[in-house]
């Protein structure tokens, strides 16, 4: 079993519904077991536009390979609706893989640690607050990064 942290996050229709349907989701996955839910954030988009996102980080141990998590996320997110018109673009859900163990994987579809999650305080905020140990492979610890994104608007729901 791997633990991995998977970023949540949506802002089309009933964005909190869609958050806490996902986290069950993903917790039935086979060979999958929830360890912990952040609270839900609310954020701006960054680089988009839109409403405001619903956000939340969960932990879980998985017995999936990095890809076939990926692929089981994004079929989750297809049962949502997710389209994917162009980049950043508003999203009924999305669901990334932020972590998966302490590996670095840098394949044509999956790319962890996720790119710019120690940028994000959309990430960072739930992330440590679930887990306030968690190390970002190739960058170190996340609780210090809080202050470097203290000018995101983000705030627990």
């Known amino acids: 079993m791997i633990r991995a942290s998977i970023g949540i996050g949506a802002n089309l229709g009933d964005a909190v519904q ?3 349907t996902a986290i069950q989701r993903v917790a039935a996955l086979p060979e999958t077991r929830l360890i912990a839910a952040s609270s839900l ?3 701006a988009p960054i680089d988009s536009s839109g409403d405001d996102y619903v956000n939340a980080v969960i932990q879980i141990d998985t017995g999936l390979p990095a890809e076939q ?4 996320l994004q079929a989750i997110e297809q ?4 389209e994917r018109p162009y980049r950043n673009a508003p999203r009924t859900l999305d669901l990334d893989v932020l972590l998966y163990g302490d590996q670095q994987i840098a394949s044509v579809t999956l790319q962890v640690p996720h790119p710019r999650m120690h940028e994000r305080a959309f990430v960072l905020l739930p992330l440590t607050e679930i887990a306030p140990e968690t190390l970002i492979p190739g960058i170190g610890a996340a609780l210090p ?3 470097s994104v203290s000018d995101q608007r983000i705030r627990r729901m």
């Open 18 to 20: 869609t958050v806490q």
């Open 41 to 43: 954030y609310t954020s």
């Open 69 to 72: 998590l990926l692929t089981a």
């Open 79 to 82: 049962q949502h609706g997710r």
């Open 145 to 147: 990064l809080l202050p």
